[in-house]
Structures are given as structure tokens and as C-alpha cells.
């Protein structure tokens, strides 16, 4: 059992640098527990994981596992009885050592290091049996540099060697933050297998909800150092990575926005999309307020940009929903800063509140564009659960809906011929694209995915 129990870090106490890191956090795991840690940036979900692994020494509080207080351990006396994978790839493992060494010198962990004795024939059949289980070809190649395999096969490895000798606690530090997407699931893959074989007591951090929701027993959620939710049970069961999204929206909420937007964004990539964003955001109630102009001119001239044509009759179609959707998607495509994107949050914000009151159209629209930028900080991978779809009942209505929608092409669903609008995540942003088609004489209507049980 790993037993926190109000432990505290400030860094840089006392001086213009000083940050409160972690403020009173407790939490118990069980034996065989899986639990995962996710956050914003600046949270506290890595500092804990350093906390434990003795990176540091708390201010106060106490750290337990397995019976014994581990405190005032140091790393490396804590490290005969935690495995530990980190985000980079090529931390943990010694580059220019073969693969058999690194593994070898993992075995012996807690004994001497000699490694004459321990890659002995008998050594090397053990090794190549396990590394066999990872199912990438490396068990022919055992006398490779470890360094010179990519970062994915690199992190299996690493993963390998944190629990060859079970240890009493395993952590997992947003250990597949900088692979590519396939390697990635692969790495998830091995640690659910490994895990689940060992039942390993693990505490993992990560970006990504799609990973907390497929993953673990249970979830806690930290902000600004604390302990904020804490998901077990049946509520674990239950929640989806638009669930966790959407406490991650409520965070947004509750940070305190200043009177001025004149500290947010000041650089900007994307510029012209991003006025195109303003645009559409503020003609949502099909009017754009003095405020709200006033806020583009801002933006506009910061960035060396012309101003947009904003007199009555040139925004007459720009409130379009999906255009504002498409804005959107087209400046996230741009892969910005995750900085610049959390800042441009805070500012939409500003535009929906400009006139003093928020009507029911923009707080519609505000729930989706929120959650298609939190996708994007928190890198869950979701693209929402309620899809829109047109079922054409005629001849001619198919060939409304393929000249609508160039490109689209039909699929079939429960029988009939379908074309997909898209998928959203807020059900009464999806029901206002149904109007939207609707109006337009044809048959729509929203679907929600069916999302598999673990």
C-alpha cells in the first residue's frame, strides 16, 4: 500500500520565484490499485509523482509504502522499490549499453552491478524470452545499443525494465507524451498487459482523457497543488473523457479573468484565423456589440493585421454555427503553442460576456468551441459523442445533400443510406446544426456514439 499523507512542497520559498507545488495532499493506495493523475498544466500531478520517487524532500507530511516510511528515503534507496518510466524516451536507460546490459543491469537491481555473471547463457535465454513478450522483433537483437532504437521501442523497453522485479510501486510519468500516435498504443498496450499480469501498483500521470477513462480504477483530478476530485467506483465506471473534459471546462471557469485582454495574446500564430474566430463568435446573436468591435480593432492592430469589414451588412452569414466550428478546427490545425490556445480561451470569454448578458446561442456555442480547445490542450483524442447525420428520403434529396455537402460520402446505418454532417460535442450545439438542415427540408437527426464498457 503506498500511504500519502499531507505532504507539502514550496519551491524558491521566500524570494519573487516562490511557487506552492503541492498544499496538504493526501491519498491512499490499495495494494494491486491503478490509479490515475491528470491536471492542467502547472497542477501539481508531476511534482506529486517526484514527491514519491524522492526527486525532492517534502516540506512536511509523510510518504508510506509497503509498511515502511520512505520520507526521508533519498532516490536512490527509493528506487529498490519503485519502478519509474519517464516522458523522455531516452531517460532511464543507458544509451550506449547493448540492450541485454540495460536489461541485465535491471535484474540486479538492489544487488552489485557486475554484469560477467549476469548475462550468462541462462541470463540471455531469460531476457530474450521477455523482451519476445513485447512483440517487436528485439529479441534477435539483445547486443544492439539501446540508443539506437527509436523512442517508442526505447519506452517498451524502459517499461520492461521499471517492473522486471515487481517492484512495490510503479510510476508512470506521461510516458507516451512524446511518441508518435502508434507508438503510443502500443506502449498503452504493454502497460494495461504488464499491469494487469503483475498487478502492479501503479500511479500514473497523463494529458490525455482518452488514456484515464481506458485505464486505471480510479482517477484523481489536482489543481493549483491540491487534490480537486477524486473519481472511484461506480462514478469511475461511469465517467467518459467528455465528463473529464468538461471539469477540466469548469476549471477554465472558475480562473479569474481580468478587466483587460491586454496581456493575453500578445503574440499571436494564426492571426487571420483567429479574427475570423472574434468574428464569428461575436455575431452569434446575429449582432456584434460596440464592444465586441472594439475588441477586433484591438486584436487587429496588435498583430499588424487589416481590420475586418464589421458594418451590419458584412456579418450578416458570418454567425454561422459550423463556420465558427470550421474557424475553429482550422486554427487548431495549425498546431499552436498550448499556451497561446489557453489564452485564446480566456479571451472568447471575453467576447461572450462584452455586452453583459449571454444569450442561449452563445452559451451553446461557447460549451462547443470550449470543448474542441480543451480536446486540444489535454490531448485526449476525443472528437465528441453526438454525431448528426441526413437521411435523404428521395432522389433528389440525395442529390441535395451531395451537392450540399461535396465530398461526403454516404454510409449506411441500420439499413438506410446516411451522410454525416460531423460530430460534436455538446448535444444542443448538435441540435442547433439539425435546425440548421432541417430548415433546409431535410431529414436530420442526432446520434449519440455508443462508447464500449471497459
Request: hydrophobic share 40%; with cysteine.
Amino acid at each position: 500500500m503506498l500511504r500519502i499523507s499531507g505532504i507539502s512542497k514550496t519551491f524558491n520559498p521566500g524570494t519573487a520565484n516562490q511557487v506552492r507545488a503541492l498544499t496538504e495532499v493526501s491519498l491512499e493506495l490499495a495494494e494491486g490499485s491503478f490509479l490515475i493523475i491528470i491536471g492542467m498544466n502547472g497542477s501539481g500531478k508531476s511534482t506529486l509523482l517526484n514527491a514519491v520517487a524522492g526527486s525532492f524532500m517534502v516540506d512536511s507530511g509523510s510518504i508510506e509504502l509497503a509498511g515502511e516510511d520512505l520520507t526521508r528515503w533519498p532516490e536512490h534507496r527509493r528506487a529498490k522499490r519503485i519502478g519509474r518510466v519517464f516522458q523522455d524516451p531516452f531517460r532511464g536507460t543507458a544509451p550506449s549499453m547493448t540492450i541485454a546490459e540495460n536489461l541485465a543491469l535491471a535484474a540486479r537491481r538492489g544487488r552489485s552491478r557486475g554484469l560477467g555473471a549476469a548475462l550468462d547463457p541462462g541470463m540471455r535465454d531469460n531476457l530474450r524470452d521477455r523482451v519476445r513478450t513485447l512483440n517487436m522483433g528485439l529479441e534477435d537483437r539483445l547486443d544492439n545499443p539501446i540508443g539506437s532504437l527509436s523512442g517508442g521501442q526505447r519506452q517498451a523497453l524502459t517499461l520492461l525494465m521499471a517492473s522486471w522485479l515487481k517492484p512495490d510501486l510503479l510510476l508512470l510519468d506521461e510516458h507516451t507524451a512524446a511518441l508518435d500516435p502508434k507508438s503510443a498504443d502500443q506502449v498503452i498496450d504493454l502497460t494495461r498487459q504488464i499491469i494487469n499480469r503483475d498487478q502492479l501498483t501503479t500511479l500514473m500521470v497523463t494529458h490525455s482523457m482518452q488514456q484515464a477513462v481506458d485505464l486505471g480504477d480510479r482517477i484523481v483530478m489536482m489543481y493549483k497543488g491540491e487534490v480537486l476530485h477524486d473519481i472511484s467506483g461506480t462514478a469511475r465506471e461511469r465517467v467518459t473523457a467528455e465528463d473529464l473534459l468538461r471539469r477540466f471546462e469548469d476549471l477554465r471557469r472558475k480562473e479569474q479573468i481580468g478587466d483587460s485582454v491586454g496581456g493575453l495574446l500578445r503574440e499571436a500564430q494564426g492571426a487571420s484565423q483567429l479574427i475570423a474566430i472574434f468574428q464569428a463568435i461575436a455575431a452569434v446573436d446575429q449582432h456584434i456589440d460596440a464592444r465586441e468591435i472594439a475588441l477586433i480593432e484591438e486584436f487587429s492592430n496588435r498583430w499588424g493585421i487589416p481590420v475586418p469589414d464589421l458594418t451590419e451588412g458584412a456579418t450578416d452569414d458570418v454567425g454561422d454555427v459550423l463556420e465558427l466550428r470550421k474557424h475553429v478546427a482550422d486554427y487548431l490545425e495549425l498546431a499552436p503553442p498550448t499556451d497561446q490556445v489557453t489564452e485564446l480561451l480566456d479571451v472568447l470569454h471575453h467576447f461572450i460576456n462584452a455586452d453583459d448578458y449571454v444569450s442561449e446561442a452563445e452559451e451553446v456555442v461557447v460549451d462547443e468551441v470550449t470543448a474542441m480547445i480543451l480536446k486540444y490542450v489535454t490531448k485526449s483524442g476525443d472528437h465528441g459523442a453526438h454525431e448528426v447525420i441526413i437521411v435523404p428520403q428521395t432522389d433528389e434529396q440525395t442529390a441535395g445533400v451531395a451537392a450540399l455537402m461535396p465530398g461526403v460520402e454516404p454510409t449506411t446505418m441500420r439499413g438506410g443510406t446516411v451522410y454525416s454532417v460531423g460530430r460534436f460535442f455538446s448535444p444542443k450545439y448538435a441540435d442547433v446544426v439539425c435546425d440548421k438542415y432541417i430548415e433546409l427540408g431535410f431529414f436530420t437527426t442526432r446520434v449519440e456514439e455508443l462508447r464500449p464498457r471497459r
